[in-house]
Every structure is written in structure tokens, then in C-alpha cells.
């Protein structure tokens, strides 16, 4: 028969590393567990690092989960920190031996998909509807990422009310986790508003230690949020992640459907695929029920079409986002309007995005283009 201890240490499975999201049990926090005669529990928890900003939820998980075994009366939370061995142990288990120093996105028989999302120029809504088709899929169930690539605008972090940082397990970033995104930025590592004056060599190195360092876990999605133009960062991505492809964010003016088109066609010199324009700030819902098109009509089509011509192949408007307060505010409290009540609203753009996201966790998985196994697992 099961001793009371048992039954604890296997109820303990069901708590998991609020950042690994893997049961504690599995990843060696666990370093022991004893019931005396009365029914009183005490655990040692092993924490990845000292001080770990996420000790007193881990704790409550524990006390929670122990207080509901049969025959437990109380429960003593001891923590403690992991030793060197325990820490390369716990990097291996995760990222494979010698802590694999490779992009684990490009393994093969990865099913992550990659979206890098691009616009000509900025402020037309790049990281707002990144954050939000990341949230919208997240809140389907799906195991999503977003990398802030965005080194001289990063917005990520606000745009989800992210203020913790991440926690170092020595080289091995843990990325925080907001709505369920896991979620990584050069916001997260520089003081305060300081600018960020990096040059091509530097944004290669951070994305490079982003995709390498930070620990991900499988992904069904991962969002790189570039910065705007045509620059560096687009060429280091392809380099980085051959396989991930791109989608182009424009409003529907025609100038900025000229950048936003060469924003897309960097992706055929570097041999990646578009995966689908957006349109964002499409018009503005009057009060009359009445469409005002503040910033003219027609980008987001003229730049899927040119794409298209221009790659040979289908390029699809994926939707046109209308401007929209709660968007903004949803924004500005780090709290993605895709997850909000007024997303219920027909032809709100949280309900837009929700669409659009719809459409693209639909899409198969692989590289496009080249014959993969797709099927769904
Ligand atoms: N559809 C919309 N309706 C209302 N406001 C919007 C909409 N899309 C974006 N905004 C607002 O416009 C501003 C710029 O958006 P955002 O930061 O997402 O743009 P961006 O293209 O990522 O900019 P940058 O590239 O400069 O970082 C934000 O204040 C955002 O809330």
C-alpha cells in the first residue's frame, strides 16, 4: 500500500515551475518528502537559483496541492537552492546534453511554426497585433512565444504588463510568462527608457543569444516582433531561423504600402516565404454606423497582391484590423484586447484579431513550400 509520503511526492507531480512549466517533480526541485505520524508533511524544495522571484508562488502550489493528499494535516515548505551538479543536470534534462548550444526552432522534426512580424515603417500597429495573435492563441491552448526583436522600440513587455525579469539559470534565461506567452525582450535587459543604440553585428549577437539561451520549451508558435524597416534584424532572422516566415503588418495608406512591400520582399532574397499580409488601423467605426477610412483604403490588398506577383505565389490579405480604442487602452494596461469583453463585439478589431489568429493556428505546420509531414498531431 501507498505510504502517505508516496501519495504526497505523486501529487506533487501536478505542480508545475511557473516558468519551465514542467512538473516540479520532473525537474529535480524536489528533494524530498516526509509525513510524521499526525499527518504533518514537510517538502524540501530545491529552487533553480537563490532568490528566485518565484519562490512564494511555487510555495503556495505545494501547500495547496499537499493539503488536499488524505491524511496530511499540515504542511512545511522548506527551500533551499540547487547545487551546481543539480543546475547542469536540471540544463540537460531540458536542453539536452552539454546544454546544446544550437537554435532549438531549427531541429529537425521541430513542428514550431516561426511568424517574424515585419511593417515598412513604425506605429502602424506591428507589436499590438503581435501581442495580441500571440494572446488569442494562447488562450486556444497553444504553446506560444513572442521574441521582442524590436531593439529600439521594444514594446512587448508593457503591451503585456510584464515588469519581472527574466531569472538566469547561469548562461540559461527563463523567459517570464503573461497570459501564457512566453516572452522574451531587449526591453527586459537595458535600464529604465535608455536607448538602445545598437548596430547590425550587436542586434545578431542578442537575437542569436535569444533563440539559443532563453528556454522556450517546445512552442507551438513563436512571434519575433522585428523592427520596423527593412534592416538588419530582417537578415539576421532569415540567417537564424531559415524557416520562419513572414507577416506584414501596413495600414492602408499607399505610402506606407510601398514600405511595407519592401518589407516583405527582403523575404525573397533571403529564400523565406510570406505568410500573409495585415491590415491595421482600417477605418474607424462611427457612432452613425458609418466606415471613416482615416488613412485612405486599399494597402493591405495592393501589398498582398504585389507580393504575390512578386513570389509567384498566393499571398494572403489575412484581415483589415479597424481602429479602435479599446485596442489602444487594452494596450496601455498590459492587458491584450483580444482576451477582453469588447472582443466579443462584431467587427471590433479584438474580434478581428481573434480571427486572424484563428486562420493561422490553422495553417500547417513545417516549412512551406517544401513537402513535410503536416498532419496535426
Ligand atoms: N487598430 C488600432 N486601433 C487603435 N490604436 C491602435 C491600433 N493599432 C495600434 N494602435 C496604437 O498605435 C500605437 C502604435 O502601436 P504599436 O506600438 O503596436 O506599433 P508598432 O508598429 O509596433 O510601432 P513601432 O514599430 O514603432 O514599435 C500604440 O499606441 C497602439 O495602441
Known amino acids: 500500500m501507498q505510504s502517505t509520503a508516496d501519495r504526497a511526492l505523486a501529487a506533487l507531480d501536478s505542480v508545475l515551475d511557473p516558468e519551465l ?3 516540479i517533480t520532473e525537474l529535480g526541485m524536489v528533494a524530498g518528502v516526509s509525513v510524521d505520524d499526525d499527518g504533518a508533511a514537510s517538502v524540501g524544495i530545491l529552487l533553480t537559483i537563490a532568490g528566485c522571484p518565484l519562490h512564494q508562488t511555487i510555495t503556495a502550489d505545494v501547500e495547496r496541492v499537499l493539503a488536499g493528499v488524505e491524511g496530511i494535516t499540515d504542511v512545511r515548505v522548506d527551500l533551499g537552492v540547487m547545487s551546481a551538479d543539480q543546475r547542469t543536470a536540471l540544463k540537460e534534462k531540458l536542453r539536452g546534453p552539454g546544454g546544446a548550444k544550437d537554435i532549438p526552432f531549427n531541429r529537425p522534426g521541430s513542428l514550431t511554426r516561426v511568424y517574424a512580424v515585419a511593417s515598412g515603417k513604425g506605429g502602424v500597429g506591428k507589436s499590438s497585433v503581435t501581442v495580441n495573435l500571440a494572446a488569442a492563441m494562447a488562450a486556444a491552448g497553444l504553446r506560444v512565444g513572442i521574441v ?10 508593457g503591451l503585456l504588463g510584464i515588469t519581472a525579469p527574466p531569472t538566469r539559470v547561469d548562461e540559461m534565461i527563463l523567459p517570464p510568462v503573461a497570459y501564457g506567452i512566453k516572452t522574451i525582450s531587449i526591453g527586459m535587459f537595458v535600464d529604465g527608457n535608455a536607448p538602445v543604440a545598437w548596430r547590425g553585428p550587436m542586434l545578431h549577437r542578442a537575437l542569436e543569444q535569444f533563440l539559443t539561451d532563453v528556454y522556450f520549451g517546445d512552442l507551438d508558435v513563436l512571434f519575433l516582433d522585428l523592427p520596423p524597416g527593412t534592416g538588419d534584424i530582417a537578415i539576421s532572422v532569415a540567417q537564424l531561423l531559415p524557416q520562419s516566415e513572414i507577416l506584414v503588418v501596413t ?71 479597424p481602429l479602435d480604442v479599446d485596442l489602444r487602452t487594452g494596450g496601455d494596461a498590459g492587458a491584450p484586447v483580444v482576451l477582453s469583453r469588447a472582443a466579443s463585439v462584431e467587427g471590433s478589431a479584438g474580434a478581428e484579431l481573434r480571427r486572424i489568429a484563428g486562420v493561422l493556428a490553422r495553417r500547417p505546420r513545417g516549412l512551406s513550400g517544401l513537402k513535410l509531414d503536416v498532419s496535426p498531431r
Open 21 to 23: 512549466r514542467r512538473p
Open 148 to 157: 521582442d526583436a524590436d531593439v529600439h522600440g521594444f514594446s512587448v513587455p
Open 251 to 321: 495600414t492602408p495608406q499607399a505610402a506606407a504600402a510601398d514600405v511595407a512591400e519592401r518589407a516583405g520582399s527582403v523575404a525573397s532574397q533571403t529564400g523565406q516565404s510570406v505568410a500573409g499580409v495585415i491590415e491595421n488601423m482600417s477605418w474607424l467605426q462611427l457612432p452613425t454606423g458609418e466606415r471613416m477610412e482615416l488613412f485612405g483604403s486599399g494597402g493591405g490588398d495592393i501589398v498582398a497582391k504585389r507580393l504575390s506577383a512578386a513570389f509567384g505565389k498566393d499571398i494572403p490579405l489575412l484581415g483589415s484590423i
